[in-house]
């Protein structure tokens, strides 16, 4: 089972560069831009000059899952390989995946917070400390929301799968539907206060770590879910 998991796994290497060379080409390319913007600007008067650049890795990699499930899927179906051997090896591919980038995006966070956010100012790694302080769970949002990103590819590519465009469109509209749904009730019993004192007061481990990290749980079930039925 494990050698089958493994040799399935390297049907993502084609890939590569999505999985790999575009995020951290990417990365380097805003790291670069928003360091030399900041040190034109120089001093802005803020402790703390953002730069969203790091969510372009997010954005691959959820660009690289959903085409895991709509494209390589249905190419390892016709090579024989059963959906479980499938998705287990891109789960596989995940965990590395998140693993050494959650380990890189620490390891620059700290650069940063030594240097002085790289010499002019600038956080594009490091969390604020107005959410948290605590280095744990630093790393461990770093290792909460990029499986959520995964697990949402997984979950969206597999809905396009089995039903496509219908799929990702129902799938939409109830979401539209519930959120709006949820925002009624909460704003008609008068909640929105209590929603707010809950988050500022909860350990932050719980909005930052768990909550993420279930929700990336109930994503990669509902994609296997889907998977399992799927046809090529």
């Not at 995940?94 to 693993?99: D, E, F, Y």
Request: glycine share 10%.
């Amino acid at each position: 089972m494990t050698n089958r998991v493994l040799t399935v796994s390297r049907i993502h290497t084609v890939a590569w560069p999505l999985l790999v060379a575009w995020p951290l080409g990417v990365l380097v390319g805003s790291f670069t831009i928003g360091a030399a913007i900041f040190a034109m600007v120089g001093d802005t008067g803020s402790d703390i000059n953002f730069s969203g650049g790091v969510f372009s890795l997010f954005g691959f990699a959820l660009a690289f899952y959903l085409q895991a499930m709509t494209q390589t899927f249905p190419f390892a179906l016709g090579m024989s390989v059963t959906r479980r051997d499938y998705f287990a090896a891109t789960l596989l591919v995940a965990a590395v995946q998140v693993l050494v980038f959650g380990v890189l995006l620490y390891s620059l966070s700290l650069i940063e917070v030594t240097t002085g956010g790289w010499g002019v100012g600038m956080r594009m790694f490091a969390i604020p400390d107005y959410f948290t302080s605590v280095p744990v769970i630093q790393l461990a949002t770093y290792f909460a929301f990029l499986p959520l990103t995964a697990a949402a590819g997984l979950f969206l590519g597999a809905l396009h799968h089995r039903w496509r465009v219908v799929g990702l469109f129902t799938l939409g509209v109830c979401t539209l539907l519930a959120a709006g749904a949820a925002a009624f009730v909460i704003t008609w019993q008068k909640w929105w206060p209590d929603i707010g004192h809950w988050f500022a007061d909860v350990p932050r481990s719980v909005p930052m770590v768990w909550l993420p990290a279930l929700a990336a749980a109930a994503g990669i079930l509902a994609a296997w879910t889907v998977v399992r039925r799927a046809t090529a």
